[in-house]
């Protein structure tokens, strides 16, 4: 049993992206690989046009290797269309998570 868990999320507001794949890097390559996926959901503060951007970030741990990331980006759309019509799929699509 390890100390670690096996899937982390991490958000941020006042983070910027580049700190978050930071933290995502260090929660994969500083636990020796117990922890398998790193989802990162980072949202910025509302556009003249009240529109707000996220953007969800799935990094995954391979041994030996530089971490895996993908990244996917989001203007105004509705959390259900955003998370299950988008990301499930295209994760789904290429076989991302592989053996958890």
């Given at each position: 049993?390890?100390?670690?868990?096996?899937?982390?999320?991490?958000?941020?507001?006042?983070?910027?992206?580049?700190q978050l794949q930071r933290d995502c890097?260090?929660?994969?390559?500083?636990?020796?690989?117990?922890?398998?996926?790193?989802?990162?959901?980072?949202?910025?503060?509302?556009?003249?046009?009240?529109?707000?951007?996220?953007?969800?970030?799935?990094?995954?741990?391979?041994?030996?290797?530089?971490?895996v990331m993908i990244s996917y980006v989001?203007?105004?759309?509705?959390?259900?269309?955003?998370?299950?019509?988008?990301?499930?799929?295209?994760?789904?699509?290429?076989?991302?998570?592989?053996?958890?």
């Open positions: 049993m390890s100390e670690f868990p096996t899937i982390v999320l991490e958000s941020g507001w006042s983070e910027s992206q580049a890097q260090l929660w994969l390559e500083g636990t020796a690989g117990a922890v398998k996926v790193v989802i990162l959901y980072k949202m910025d503060p509302p556009d003249r046009q009240n529109q707000i951007k996220a953007t969800m970030t799935f990094c995954r741990y391979v041994a030996g290797g530089a971490p989001c203007s105004s759309l509705p959390y259900r269309t955003f998370f299950f019509y988008l990301v499930f799929p295209a994760v789904q699509s290429i076989g991302f998570w592989g053996r958890i």
